[in-house]
Nanobody, 115 residues
Framework: QVQLVESGGGLVQTGGSLRLSCAAS????????MGWYRQAPGEQRELVAV???????YYVDSVKGRFTISRDNAKNTVYLQMNSLKPEDTAVYYCHADYLGVEVWGQGTLVTVSS
């Protein structure tokens, strides 16, 4: 099994930046897909970005051009660089991994963007 711990959330003004980190308890070298989801109050959890072992990335349309997902296999960490933040980006952000067919989630980190 693998545990995921997110960090880097906080309060930021519109137009600001944050970098989220997701630290895994073991090597992520062989984990095919790792990603970030978010859940705003009263909303369903949505996929934000995914990175694969082959280097492919996917972004939901609303964050394209503003967010960048990356992975550092040596540090067992996945990052989400968020720029030009908007109030609608306010949510709890969760790290996710598909580990040997088992979905693994972190505890979440809150991002609040003030207008």
């Amino acid at each position: 099994q693998v545990q995921l711990v997110e960090s880097g959330g906080g309060l930021v003004q519109t137009g600001g930046s944050l970098r989220l980190s997701c630290a895994a308890s073991r090597s992520i070298f062989s984990i095919n897909a790792m990603g970030w989801y978010r859940q705003a109050p009263g909303e369903q959890r949505e996929l934000v970005a995914v990175t694969t072992i082959g280097g492919s990335t996917y972004y939901v349309d609303s964050v394209k051009g503003r967010f960048t997902i990356s992975r550092d296999n040596a540090k067992n960490t996945v990052y989400l660089q968020m720029n030009s933040l908007k109030p609608e980006d306010t949510a709890v952000y969760y790290c996710h991994a598909d580990y040997l067919g088992v979905e693994v989630w972190g505890q979440g980190t809150l991002v609040t963007v003030s207008s």
